[in-house]
């Protein structure tokens, strides 16, 4: 297996694209390769031409490196909030363009999003209705615990893929 392969360790696949939010699956890529299931996730809505707008689109496919944010509101949050989990930091994603700040976190609905990646446990499908994940908490905690076991700051990746032929 080569580095890239080895270190690009999170997979989320967009499935569905409704007016308000994405609906997706991430798979945690353990170190033989094999990709695991995790949970689900909502994102904003799509926006054409493929491109972030700054709190209601969600960011264009590709690859991505990820990093521990260890600082602002999110990250202090959440360290009191799992301290059962010991957490080290927020996952958050770094090299798109023009934007930051954008983390994987807990939320149940497009509301809860301004261009982060929320996690859940269930999912409602979004094309008549809005997007809805549930049981976020108990997904993310169970991500975090996981991922943080082959989680490589600024060398694990993550490969995001439209599957949702917008």
């Known amino acids: 297996m080569n580095k890239i392969s080895k270190h690009c360790n999170l997979e989320l696949y967009r499935f569905s ?14 170190s033989l390769g094999i990709k695991n299931f995790c949970c689900f996730t909502l994102e904003d ?3 054409f031409p493929d491109e972030k707008v700054s ?3 969600r960011i264009p496919a590709g690859i991505y490196k990820l990093n521990y944010k260890k600082e602002g509101g999110f990250y202090s949050r959440y360290k009191t ?9 927020m996952i958050e994603i770094v090299g798109v363009p023009n934007f930051t700040d954008i983390l994987l976190h807990c939320g149940n ?13 269930t999912a409602e499908q979004n094309v008549t209705k809005k997007g ?11 991500f975090y615990k996981e991922f943080v076991n082959t989680f490589v700051p600024e060398v694990s990746k ?3 893929i439209d599957g949702d032929d917008v």
């Open 158 to 160: 993550i490969k995001i």
């Open 55 to 57: 709190g209601s689109t």
């Open 109 to 121: 609905h497009d509301q809860h999003t301004k261009g982060c990646v929320l996690l859940g446990d």
């Open 132 to 142: 809805f994940i549930g049981n976020s908490t108990e997904a993310y905690k169970r």
């Open 81 to 89: 909030r799992f301290k059962d989990i010991h957490h080290n930091g």
């Open 17 to 30: 694209s409704g007016l308000n939010s994405t609906l997706g699956s991430l798979y945690i890529i353990n």
């Open 45 to 47: 809505r799509f926006h």
